[in-house]
T-cell receptor
């Protein structure tokens, strides 16, 4: 499968614990996005990377959230001191070059997080 | 920031009938409008997109129309089939922002009744 992959697919954790999710974008895609989707809503933008540089973060991304893309390939999203309100589907998407017209974003299957 | 509204939230049609989903956007700088289909427990998948330099685009049973003046765009599915049942999301983006991130509507749950 050459599409965007995410791991784990499901995560159950207790409030206050830290969790980390991984996203592997489509090979050679320069742009990588993280979105959060809650039940009955559309995905909401969290942050994006152009290669290894994190260039924009949404106000939704509190200080407890951190994302990295160390070598411009895979990315990790970490949530520290999880809260019940963090329960959601975390989606990763990638797109090709990142210049000129907006390009199609291809989504991964998501990581569903449940904070008890 | 951009605000995308989507209607209806649920839609049931008989197999073979047409389905229409409508979205409005607020930011006149938006110039890219994709539609994603999301089946239960699966990833959002692009089904069609349109850019602001065209008013209509068609791909087999699926078409999208865009009215830049009114800031609204619509998805049309003809000859619906049971496998069209899913949640459909519209989105808007602009190449004038660095991120080109997508702003999504709240989704429409389409049910095609056999």
């Amino acid at each position: 499968d050459t599409g965007v992959s995410q791991n784990p697919r499901h995560k159950i954790t207790k409030r206050g614990q830290n969790v980390t999710f991984r996203c592997d974008p489509i090979s050679e895609h320069n742009r990588l996005y993280w979105y959060r989707q809650t039940l009955g809503q559309g995905p909401e933008f969290l942050t994006y990377f152009q290669n290894e540089a994190q260039l924009e973060k949404s106000r939704l991304l509190s200080d407890r959230f951190s994302a990295e893309r160390p070598k411009g390939s895979f990315s990790t999203l970490e949530i520290q001191r999880t809260e019940q309100g963090d329960s959601a589907m975390y989606l990763c998407a990638s797109s090709p070059r990142g210049r000129g017209p907006v390009e199609t974003q291809y989504f991964g299957p998501g990581t569903r997080l449940l904070v008890l | 920031g951009e605000n995308v509204e989507q209607h209806p939230s649920t839609l049931s049609v008989q197999e073979g009938d047409s389905a229409v989903i409508k979205c409005t956007y607020s930011d006149s700088a938006s110039n890219y409008f994709p539609w994603y289909k999301q089946e239960l427990g699966k990833r959002p998948q692009l089904i069609i997109d349109i850019r602001s330099n065209v008013g209509e685009k068609k791909d087999q049973r699926i078409a999208v129309t865009l009215n830049k003046t009114a800031k609204h765009f619509s998805l049309h599915i003809t000859e619906t089939q049971p496998e069209d049942s899913a949640v459909y999301f519209c989105a808007a983006s602009s190449d004038q922002t660095g991120a080109n991130n997508l702003f999504f509507g709240t989704g429409t749950r389409l049910t095609v009744i056999p």
